[in-house]
């Protein structure tokens, strides 16, 4: 697949939106302080904090599980997740080249947590509950030392491993009921857990910190207390707070030193940040982000600022001073079904996903107005001529249209479909709405300033509407369903005009510059050109090696096309010759949907993994003669 995409010429990438908040731990600072290191489906990003500049890490075959870096900052780690049956790959990379340097295969399924030892001599690295197992790795030879089951068969899962601070053959692992100090033998080869006396206490830990002279750990529970751990004896010291315990659990922990005492910063399931004293564990001081879950705590420097992870892909810059935060970043932590630019412009683009509508700048790659819709997913968007008004279409069978500046509802179709709002789109002069529905119907709505009504209903197709175009004038629609077939739409008399038939699951239909032919695309892969006339093709080409062709746009010349799909590639064609100009490789996931900018200046393609990326429209391409 990449090969594919290395013959070409390659697409600039100006900016990746997006982070998988999910990874526990999975937000770094590195240690020279300038760049966030986190990952998005199988690739590992590292941001300039200041610059922006997104250089990224592309290896893995799957999802990134897990990620660490060394003290120094010389090497990082990444685990991954695969299929059940399979072994899923740890790769240790080069920071500062970007290079693999060693391929790590033992575990099964998941890779649960990575460490690095002290000197960075080992790397620890802990299966998921499929594997059950704790290796440790010689980081210089890429050899596994040895390993050993991570808890006791009556124990439960191991989440977490941490090493100690001043020594390489000590290191930690926690989870379901079980705590364990783990001694390094290296001339036996052997690795000795000891188990920590608990007593009456059952704890399922999800986070570890380790002292920095190693004499206690601490540990975050689901319970929502913290344990100080003896880590010479290996016994409880304490735990606490004994009241006003952390709601949904402790799910990150970072150690600080305020004013030479020892502190604790915590992240709870409720989005609580809080500093707290070390033994007692009372808050000293507490915030709370927006309504998700913490699942990172990235120190800066000594911790004067701190980068906050949240389980729904969003990132809070934290002053410790004053212990206030703001948005540093936001992203979708789903799916993205479609993008959409306002006519003439190349400024802002919405996207569409689960749960919400988002509007970005595409210069400042920042979220600027966010729609809410708990517990839906809008499967489509499109926008007004005038820009007066976002269109999207729901899973709930409902067309939603809401102001762009506020974001406010102005009104709402309900029950347009009975299976699901799949496909919209609107006229040019913006009085009427097409929506294609999960049942194959068409709709045409007539648009008023505070409603809309039906004006007709056209049935043809069997299955799923994926894509609806209108032509300029108005007069002529085409619609491209899952059931292999692509039909072109007379709307004045509201009858098919064409219909076309192709053995595929149709994703995505355009009309050319001059709207005398149809270009089409799907899961057959192939690319086709057809005439609108008499529905005859004229052409047909392979878009892709891998899976199907999920997204196409043409510009507004006419004289270049974009396709996109299962095999995470953009590529850039010429629309007359039907070759391939430029190819865009950095998608981690399939891509769902693509959009070029009115003035030629970006390409965005969304992804199934949440990401955004946004490409630099090449600027000298040869056209046609």
Known sequence: MEDEGLCDPQLELSAIVGFNGTVPNGLIVHPDRQHLIFPLGNIVIKEDIVKHTQPFFKGHTDVVSCIAVSKSGKYLASG?????????????????????????????????????????????????????SVVVWNVATGQAICGSPAAVLSAGTTYCVTCAN????????????????WDLDLANRKIRPADINMGQLKRRVTCIVMAKDDKFFYCGTTSGDILKINAENRILNSYGPAKGKFSLGVTALALLTIENETCLLVGAGDGEVATVKDGSFKRIKSSKVNGAAVTSLALRGQGHQFFVGTDCSEVYKFNMSNFTCEKEKSCHSSAVYDVVFPLGSSELFATCSKNDIRVWETAGKKELLRITVPNMTCNAIDMRYDGGAILSGWDDGKIRVFSPESGKLMYEIKDAHNKGVSALAVTSNGSRIISGGGEGQLRVWDCHEKSASLKTNMKEHKAAVKCIKVCKNDLECVSASLDGTCIIWDLVRFVRHQVIFANTLFMCVNYSADESQIITSGSDRKIGYWTVYDGSQIRELEGSKLGSVNGMDISGDGEHFVTAGDDKLVKLWNYHKGEVVCVGVGHSGAITRLKMCPNLRHIVSTSDDGGILIWHYPECIPKTD
Do not use: P
């Not at 059940?84 to 391929?103: C, P, S, Y």
């Not at 001043?166 to 100090?181: L, M, P």
């Open 80 to 132: 991954q997740v695969t299929h059940m049956g399979f072994k899923a790959d740890v790769i240790i990379w080069n920071n500062e080249t970007r290079q693999l340097k060693h391929k790590l295969t033992l575990h099964k399924v998941k890779v649960e947590s990575l460490a690095f030892s002290a000197n960075e001599k080992y790397l620890v690295t802990l299966g998921g509950r499929d594997d059950g």
């Open 166 to 181: 001043t020594s390489d053959d000590k290191f930690v692992t926690g989870g379901n009921g079980t705590i364990r100090v």
